[in-house]
């Protein structure tokens, strides 16, 4: 994952000859290389627990002291699920030919789904965009140096963003009686969400989304100093979501099942924490006070 490799083949290859991956796994240069299909069965194996989340929390262990325990963002991104479109029929079966032509046809979640995939859903994220079946993923970022506090994948539909953010959320709080703040875009400028933060000792720094309606913020949030540090710290969620999909595995996954690719993006979470901290562990601690600034 942090080199790009993407298959357990390409794996075995980079074993074989690059003395650094042999150094990491403990091989002699003479040593003989595994076979392939050994990763392949561990990683079928590993799929069915709870590894992901517990390397997830351990990683984060280590990361504690470069991460704020007060101030997160939240947002979520669209992955493209291991699905074409034709693939997308019909539940009643009623769909004539092999699903290639389906241009002015009426398509929704409710009449059809995936032969390929039955997790994924048919979504877009914004207007004008081309709607692919896809999964939803979720992270909870600290607002110190970016680093992810809390992931998830949910199924992909207008709620998930929001129902997973609070999710996140009550589970962050579990056993805190210390309020906390998140910041998030205007999609979470919902009554329902920003109450349930409230309840949750959480203060909402969502973006406003006043453009023919209401705020569901008021100035008691708005003139507060924070919220505009907040805002603009929201980016960092985007900087991990770019690294997750161009240098991880997560522009389209190689999994199908809402589980399995919920087990690919909490690893690849941890990934992203574990390949940061050398970096952050070497910049100087004036900088780094800085930062918690």
């Known amino acids: 994952m942090f080199y790009s490799v993407r298959s357990e083949r390409l794996l075995v290859e980079q074993i074989d000859y690059n003395l650094l991956f042999r150094w990491f796994v403990g091989l002699g240069m003479d040593d003989a290389v595994w076979n392939h299909a050994v990763f392949s069965k561990n990683r079928d194996r590993l799929l069915t627990s709870d590894v992901a989340q517990q390397f ?79 999964y939803l993923g979720h992270a909870l970022v600290e607002n110190r140096n970016g680093l992810i506090a809390a992931a998830m994948v949910t199924h992909a539909d207008g709620y998930a963003e929001r129902d997973a953010a609070l999710l996140m959320l009550q589970r962050k709080q579990e056993g805190r009686t210390r309020r906390i703040t998140v910041g998030a875009d205007k999609a979470y400028d919902t009554k329902d969400f920003v109450n349930t933060a409230r309840e949750l000792n959480v203060t909402p720094h969502v973006t406003k989304n006043d453009k023919g309606r209401r705020s569901n913020l008021d100035r008691r949030t708005t003139r507060q100093p924070g919220y505009a540090i907040s805002l603009s710290r929201r980016w960092l969620v985007e900087k991990g979501f770019g690294w997750l999909k161009q240098t991880g595995p997560l522009r389209q996954v190689k999994l199908r099942g809402l589980e399995n690719v919920d087990w690919l993006f909490v690893f690849s979470c941890a990934a992203h924490n574990l390949i940061r901290i050398p970096r952050l562990m070497a910049q100087p601690r004036e900088a780094l006070r800085e930062q918690c600034g």
């Not at 479109?85 to 032509?101: E, V």
């Open 56 to 134: 997830f929390m351990e990683v984060n262990k280590h990361a504690k002291r470069f991460m704020s325990d007060e101030h997160f963002t939240v947002d979520g991104t669209l992955i493209q699920a291991w699905a074409s479109q034709k693939s997308f029929r019909s539940k009643d079966g009623s769909d004539d030919g092999d699903g290639t032509d389906f241009h002015g046809q009426s398509r929704s979640n409710k009449t059809h789904e995936s032969t390929t995939d039955a997790d994924a859903r048919l979504y877009k994220k914004s207007y004008g965009k081309e709607s692919k079946l896809s």
